[in-house]
Nanobody, 123 residues
Framework: QRQLVESGGGLVQAGGSLRLSCVASRRTFSMYTMGWFRQAPAKEREFVASINWRGDNTYYADSVKGRFTISRDNARNTVYLQMNSLKSEDTAAYYC????????????????WGQGTQVTVSS
């Protein structure tokens, strides 16, 4: 049983928007830091954004600051990534992940991963 399930990816034109969702199967994930990562073909997985369990502390990669917003709804066991002003370089598979480390921003700090959702931005 997958513990984290992403959805919301798709094909969008440059300048457009998408909202990704990640639903956790266990309520205990409401106590975890949740993160979004992405991986483009032939590239390493990279950090995009994270949010602490209370939702009052967020981190963003410089490349997405001002364009992406991470949020969470613990009552729904769901984390969101609102992506605006999308660029072709945002094209990647996007992964949701969970960590017990409050300020986790590295791949190795996350214990649980979803299977990813593809985002393709056409220029």
């Amino acid at each position: 049983q997958r513990q984290l399930v992403e959805s919301g990816g798709g094909l969008v034109q440059a300048g457009g928007s998408l909202r990704l969702s990640c639903v956790a199967s266990r309520r205990t994930f409401s106590m975890y830091t949740m993160g979004w990562f992405r991986q483009a073909p032939a590239k390493e997985r990279e950090f995009v954004a994270s949010i602490n369990w209370r939702g009052d502390n967020t981190y963003y990669a410089d490349s997405v600051k001002g364009r992406f917003t991470i949020s969470r709804d613990n009552a729904r066991n769901t984390v969101y990534l609102q992506m605006n002003s999308l660029k072709s370089e945002d094209t990647a598979a996007y992964y949701c992940a969970a960590s017990t480390i409050v300020t986790a921003t590295n791949v190795g700090q996350y214990n649980y991963w979803g299977q990813g959702t593809q985002v393709t931005v056409s220029s």
